[in-house]
């Protein structure tokens, strides 16, 4: 991946038992048995200082991600239960999917779920990677899966997706604007 990449890991789902929290635990250790020798994995979800940053769960992105940021999104379930919706916070929700939209490149574990994250959420399907987990039945490991998530990491620093996005401030003062005295600039309000 270059001389040296400084990766931060969001590893807080990690100590659950199941679902994201095995994705994170085994994906790290994956991650540091095949990393460069001058790569840094850095557990952190402030990636401050960091190239690159990986949540992998969808309630660890970023909505202002300070470097491109990869996100796992393992399925959608949420977008379609208005009980879940309402537990998971509505604003909240509609947040993390704002984050998914900005972020470089989403992981996903299969091309059905890729499918409904560019059909749902609008996200522009070259960022989506399908990357399948390994289970009993395969002889996929682990290790395979982080082969290619360092690729998705490459792709993410040659290719950082930056949405173009109009801040609050700049909104009101066109509404300033709009109601200013004839002859007055935006700059005078």
């Known amino acids: 991946m270059g001389a040296h990449v400084r990766l931060a890991f969001d590893s807080r789902t990690a100590a659950e038992e199941q679902g994201a929290g095995c994705y994170a635990r085994d994906l790290l250790r994956a ?11 850095v557990e952190t979800h402030r990636p401050r200082g960091a190239e690159l940053f990986h949540a992998p769960w969808m309630q660890g992105a970023m909505l202002h991600s300070p470097c491109p940021m990869v996100v796992t999104l393992h ?26 939209q900005r972020a470089s490149h989403v992981i996903v574990p299969s091309e059905t779920v890729a499918r409904e994250a560019v059909a749902e959420l609008g996200l522009d399907r070259e ?17 395979d899966v982080a082969r290619e998530t360092w690729a998705v990491y490459r792709q993410a620093l040659t290719k950082p997706h930056r949405p173009c996005v109009t801040s609050p401030k ?20």
């Open 31 to 41: 991650l540091r048995d095949t990393a460069g020798e001058h790569d840094e994995i």
């Open 75 to 100: 399925d959608l379930a949420t977008l379609r239960r208005p009980s879940e919706r309402l537990r998971a916070g509505g604003i909240h929700l509609r947040m993390r999917h704002l984050a998914l």
């Open 170 to 189: 700049r909104r009101v003062n066109r509404r300033r604007a709009a109601s200013a005295p004839p002859g007055w600039s935006s700059a005078e309000l």
């Open 127 to 143: 960022r989506v990677a399908v990357i399948a987990e390994p289970s009993a039945s395969a002889a996929r490991t682990w290790e």
